[in-house]
């Protein structure tokens, strides 16, 4: 491309935003397809026109659109030989009938339009050429370009090997690390973080993230370096690129540091650029660590974020341990994006420099929903020279890991628009022998120039920097330390107390992003369930997103698949489980917090037009219908819109229940859901407890006549000998039974007939002995969701049947439902089989030897969403991080086996545990107040009833919690019933 000045606006962002669409519109281009942007200043160019009108012709025909603009830049003259030909010739073309239509062809005179016309055009346009009448093979070569670039950097004692040939030299990391589950990679240290150990050519098999994130903003960070950053909006409004390369897991935010004395150039991360000597990744709650030791010069860089601010901190340590002044060039590198993809995005993006702080900020005022951001990149150094154009700084065809730019003494300093947009800062540092420096390079953007101005004046500073991740680190600290435990078992105890309960707020309830999965958005029954986990550590976060949930409910009832919330836009569907979240959600929150008012909250109901027969969702942005109720009315809407009925008095299924896959099952709205009708009898019964605590004994007897007759409809149409069938087809046809061909077995509908506590006993109890038979793999430590996979049925569930056999939903462990096996298994009461199952979830234990990691891949600390049965991949994670698998594992683990049952001020321990546990502790902080519980099990029990005693004082059944500043020591002691009644009864005489 050819560089141009950038515009400034004059108006707002959004203004401008506006008028450069209109000014597209003036222009006669549409703006909806890229642009190819030819420009041509004499009669000797026509040949390269005609060309570009066979090449736009054979475009169309492989289904590739684009505006093929035509600028006449000849200068004015009365004779018009050169704009009669041009217009003569796109005439007699093949493209004549697409003059000056969308995806066409537009000729225009350069003297007709204005300056600033002229530069949205090249502003816009992905392709640039000049017709000089020479083949199309030179129409993208820029002779010249190059002269415009700094030198070649002269070094005098040069002694490495050129960029890109380091010699690597693959070794295992130190066994005698002192980490806990070390598997020749990585294992946890004394502080729950995960260490990472990284020599020569060791990588693990798939990258092992972190993601930090902040209700406003956050960023993805890989054992190898940095990925994704956002504000705002992880999918929408991304600073620099979301990748989903799992394989290579490039880096577009990187820290090049060059020693200027022998030009040996390293990175501060493990990528891109590969060094021989050792690297110490950690990744811990709301941070990563990268150590590393480069001839003398030891790095650290600590990457962290701000609790409030939308803003990255990355702090560079760099501390010289040799006995010779080091004179080093930092250059911090990064691609912009300013929206969901640098593709799309790049030729809308315009930079500048600010001398004031030291910053490039950039704006991409192409996007309405984010115009008026201003993205700044700043570095606490004062910056000697600097960068726009990504071109220059990786080279033609360069690439990251060997960039052209770093071979030359400085850069450019290119800014504007009509670059391909990049971020390079470039720093001197000279550090005396003993010497250390804190380097503060903040990412981030906020809606005004001020507002970036104050982000950057209150973190600049790196002892201001250092603080704002240090108070988000012990923000991390406090949230984590409100519930602690500590069993037989310390691969457990790290699930627990740090890194499922990280994982479920982090990830999925504040970033919405990982490496897998980028969405941004809100799924309505998705982060109402991970809400479900921190209303002993953040109840107000529960409590926000329970109101924030509601108000995306439509006035019929039905809710929100999904929504971005940064607009309101989202799909509207079929789901037939979706809404009942709602409610189902809302109890447990209210009856641990003890927050009745909850239900007094008004929300609005939004309004948008109900599907089509032939439609199974619609992507829109619904209005507000200016209709509101309280969160008990929206409750009550939502239970009646979902109980539904087939012909065997089933709810139906919809376009999907809590499984989206089985999208074809009801696909002719007749279709059954055997799973649905067990989640309605535990919602309706739970919210009729709820309906006659407020008096409302219609609602109450209306809920639970409904869940009555499910139940019976469950047991009278589902059973099929040996467990519960899941659904039924349109057509009647079972699916989850002896006589389906494919699925003969699904796991839901047997775990949740012992959940709902509305399974007959006896046949639930059958139906978990079958899932354990036919679903749970022993030897691949695998809990299926279902069997077999579905491959060739003629019956069509839907899309989990274009997954392969045996991936994700089909037929491999999808971990959201084996949770569910844990809890229906405590529920029975065995603590060993819990505590087994629960182990063959647990990602510590899947890559706690090098074989392990081998075979798993994925990090060994974070739950996986799925585990693959596929021939050849069994036993590997899928994808890691964003899946509401976290939430669960936290509350089946503390609530269902430990026993930990808050209700409001009351407080109740209800193991079940493995027989050969003696003793577990839980410590809970409870306002200023804390409890040390120590739970003893002298007679190797899994369960049974608890004696409990309080400061040294016996209690009956619970511990009433005070919030009183003390700390409370409490003994719960495990004895089998028969035992408790017995000194009960001495007691008494």
Known sequence: MFPHPGFRPAQSAVEENRLGQQALWTLGVSGDWPILLATIESAVGMPSVRQLLRTHHYWRLKGITCDLVILNVHPFSYMQELSDELLATAMASSEAGLLDRPGGVFVRRADLLTPEDITLLKAMARVQVNCDGLGLGNFLEFPGVEDRYPPKLEIMNRDIVPLGTVAIHATTADPGTGLQCFNGLGGFNENGEYEIHLTGSDLPPAPWINVVGNPVGGFVVSEGGSG???????????????????????????????????????????????????????????????????????????????????????????????????????????????????????????????????????????????????????????????????????????????????????????????????????????????????????????????????????????????????????????????????????????????????????????????????????????????????????????????????????????????????????????????????????????????????FDVEAPYLTMRQLNPDEHEIYDLPKDSGEAGTIYDHCVRALRRACTKGVHGLPLIGSGDWNDGMNRVGIEGKGESVWLAWFLITTLRKFAAQAEKRGDAAMRDEVLAKADGYAEAVERSAWDGEWYRRAYFDDGSPLGSRTSDECKIDSIAQSWSVISGAGKPERARIAMESLNKYLVREDERIVTLLTPPFDKTTHDPGYIQGYLPGVRENGAQYTHAALWVVLATALQGDGDRAFELFQMLNPIIHSDTPDGVDIYKVEPYVVAADVYTAKGHVGRGGWTWYTGSASWMYRVALESILGFQQRGEMLFIEPCIPTSWKEFTIEYRFGTSTYEITVENPDGLQNGAVELSVDGNGTEKGIHLRDDGKRHRVTATLRSSSSVQSQQAKARL
Not at 312 to 328: E, F, M, P, Q, V
Not at 467 to 479: H, K, M
Not at 499 to 515: D, G, I, N, P, T
Request: hydrophobic content about 40%; aromatic content about 10%.
């Open 228 to 598: 994704t950053t956002w504000a705002g909006n992880s999918f929408f409004y991304r600073l620099t690129p979301w990748h989903n390369d799992p394989v290579r897991d490039p880096s577009s935010d990187c820290v090049f540091l060059r020693d200027d004395t022998n030009g040996d150039l390293w990175t501060a991360t493990p990528c891109p650029i590969r060094e021989p000597t050792p690297y110490r990744v950690r990744h811990g709650a709301g941070y990563s660590v990268f150590d590393h030791d480069h001839k003398g010069l030891a790095s650290s860089l600590r990457l962290g974020v701000d609790r409030t601010d939308p803003v990255k901190i990355s702090i560079l340590t760099l501390r010289n341990d040799g006995k010779a002044r080091k004179k080093l060039t930092l250059t911090w590198y990064l691609e912009w994006v300013l929206g969901v993809t640098r593709e799309k995005t790049q030729y809308q993006v315009r930079t500048e420099f600010d001398e004031e702080t030291q910053s490039m900020f950039a704006r991409n005022y192409f996007d309405a929903d984010f115009a008026a951001n201003v993205a700044f990149a700043s570095v606490s150094e004062r910056v000697a020279y600097y960068t726009a154009d990504r071109r220059e700084f990786l080279g033609r065809n360069g690439t990251i890991s060997s960039p052209a730019a770093l071979e030359r003494a400085g850069l450019s300093g290119s800014i504007g628009a009509t670059i391909d947009p990049c971020c390079a800062l470039q720093v001197s540092v000279v550090l005396e022998p003993g010497e250390s420096r804190d380097i503060v390079m903040l990412l981030g953007a906020a809606e005004s120039e001020d507002a970036v101005r104050q982000i950057i004046g209150r973190h600049r500073a790196p002892a201001a920097a250092n603080r704002a991740v240090s108070a988000n680190t012990e923000a991390w600290e406090n949230r984590l330390a409100t519930v602690k435990v500590r069993t037989p078992e310390p691969t457990f105890d790290l699930m627990v107390n740090r890194w499922a309960l990280y994982q479920a707020l982090s990830c999925r309830m504040w970033a919405r992003s990982a490496l897998y999965q980028s969405s941004g958005a809100f799924g309505f029954r998705d982060q109402l369930q991970d809400v479900m986990a921190f209303v002993y550590t953040d109840p107000q976060i529960a409590r926000e997103h329970i109101l924030r949930a509601a108000s995306r409910q439509f006035v019929e009832g039905d809710v929100q698949h999904w929504w971005h919330p940064q607009t309101g836009r989202g799909v509207r569907t079929r789901f037939s489980d979706d809404l009942v979240w709602l409610p189902y959600v809302i109890d447990h929150y209210v009856t641990v917090a003890s927050d009745q008012e909850i």
